[in-house]
């Protein structure tokens, strides 16, 4: 059988499956075939075609396999990189809850240390009015004794002359102004 095959093919040679001509003769030599073999020889070739039919089916299969998996791989990693994200994404979310309450805690500081200069700026400033304050009431005190009195004074008329006086008190009069910046 495989004698007369391998002879054929060397008279005719290699068989070309996609022709109309190769078919016929591969039909023609499986019906020879048949009528040396009989039946036995259908059970072969049934077996041979399902062998393919099953190694075709197997690669679909696989195929099919290889889809499935590459999918779920891709959902895999779609659910890491989510879940990564959305770690990243809280973890920016409470650095920045972090820098703004450090820079609360700035500004807070900072009006403090503005609050504390201007309290002394006027305590200062208190202080220094206060002394040009008592300054100003021990001259108004110690000024009496300067004024000549007015007995002494010399009158060339008799008529009486008339001096302006200014009642002098001893509580000091001054406007205070206070500049707030």
């Known amino acids: 059988m495989d004698v007369n095959r391998k002879t054929d093919q060397r008279q005719n040679g290699p068989v070309d499956t996609e022709t109309?001509?190769?078919?016929?003769?591969?039909?023609?030599?499986?019906?020879?075939?048949?009528?040396?073999c009989g039946p036995e020889i259908h059970i072969v070739e049934n077996k041979r075609q399902e062998k393919s039919r099953l190694k075709k089916r197997r690669k679909r299969r696989i195929k099919a396999a290889k889809k499935i998996q590459a999918w779920w791989r891709g959902h895999l990693v779609r659910r890491t990189l989510l879940v990564a994200a959305l770690r990243a994404w809280m973890i920016q979310g409470w650095w920045r809850m972090i820098l703004l309450r450090r820079a609360y805690k700035q500004q807070k500081l900072l009006l403090r240390l503005y609050v504390i200069q201007e309290k002394s700026v006027v305590k200062l400033q208190s202080c220094f009015r206060m002394w040009q304050c008592r300054q100003y009431c021990q001259l108004v005190q110690n000024l009496p004794e300067f004024q000549t009195p007015e007995s002494n004074l010399i009158f060339q008329n008799n008529e009486v002359l008339q001096v302006p006086s200014k009642a002098v008190s001893?509580?000091?009069e001054f406007h205070i102004e206070i500049v707030s910046i």
């Open 20 to 36: 109309p001509m190769a078919n016929r003769h591969q039909r023609k030599e499986l019906e020879d075939t048949e009528q040396k």
């Open 170 to 172: 001893k509580e000091p």
